[in-house]
């Protein structure tokens, strides 16, 4: 079975603060992808990667970063932390296969609040 | 762009009663269609997927059935039960263009809530 690992369940940061999200894939996937989700607005992506150290913007790019240094791990950085980044945090990764046929398989979230 | 629209929530249905969650999307190609569920205090997890027009996807007694005439993918279960209730989103998938690999297009989710 893919397994994704999101390093936190639960976190809770100050405005300003440089926050990390981790998220580990044990499936050699060659894309990651991270996403928010926020009540009333599904999932939303914010970044993904299709290869190391290659990133691509998603919807909603602005106040993140992301790193990719190795194939299993995928990063999502909060350069200054604000209020409105609190929300549920979801990676997931995905073979690079046929394009249309690949699903993606999502780590357990991670519910950031920032106060 | 492309773009999923689901029906709004939320959802309460009693134990055995018949399941609509109606989806519906706007995509310049031919997309590949997924419908994810959300349990509670988890990730998503892939329910069922159909890759052409007129194919049906199946899963747990829940299927959805690829319709390019009216670009839908509703899903439908016979006779729900309590550990069904979740969260539904619909999905599609789209290529990269010049990039490879595969991008989701989300609905908003249709949070359903079955009763004893």
């Known amino acids: 079975d893919v397994k994704v690992t999101q390093s936190s369940r639960y976190l809770v940061k100050r405005t300003g603060e440089k926050v990390f999200l981790e998220c580990v894939q044990d499936?050699?996937?060659?894309?990651m992808f991270w996403y928010r989700q926020d009540p009333g607005l599904g999932l939303r992506l914010i970044y993904f990667?299709?290869?190391?150290?290659?990133?691509e913007k998603g919807d909603i790019p602005e106040g993140y970063s992301v790193s990719r240094e190795k194939k299993e791990r995928f990063s999502l950085i909060l350069e200054s932390a604000s209020t409105n980044q609190t929300s549920m945090y979801l990676c997931?990764?995905?073979?690079?296969?046929?394009?249309?046929?690949?699903?993606?398989?999502f780590g357990d979230g991670t519910r950031l609040s920032i106060l | 762009g492309n773009s999923v629209t689901q029906m709004e929530g939320p959802v309460t249905l009693s134990e055995e009663a018949f399941l609509t969650i109606n989806c519906t999307y706007t995509?310049?190609?031919?997309?590949?269609l997924f419908w994810y569920v959300q349990y509670p205090g988890e990730g998503l997890q892939l329910l069922l997927k159909?890759?052409?027009?007129?194919d049906k996807g199946s899963n747990k007694g829940f299927e959805a059935t690829y319709r390019k005439e009216t670009t839908s993918f509703h899903l439908e279960k016979g006779s729900v039960q309590v550990s069904d209730s979740a969260v539904y989103f619909c999905?599609?998938?789209?290529?990269?263009?010049?990039?490879?690999?595969?991008?989701?297009?989300f609905g908003e989710g249709t949070q359903l809530t079955v009763n004893p």
């Open positions: 997931a990764s995905s073979y690079q296969g046929s394009w249309d046929n690949q699903p993606q398989h």
């Open positions: 499936m050699d996937h060659e894309n």
């Open positions: 990667s299709y290869d190391v150290k290659m990133k």
């Open positions: 995509a310049t190609g031919y997309p590949s």
């Open positions: 159909a890759t052409k027009a007129d």
């Open positions: 999905a599609l998938i789209e290529g990269l263009g010049e990039t490879s690999g595969s991008r989701l297009t």
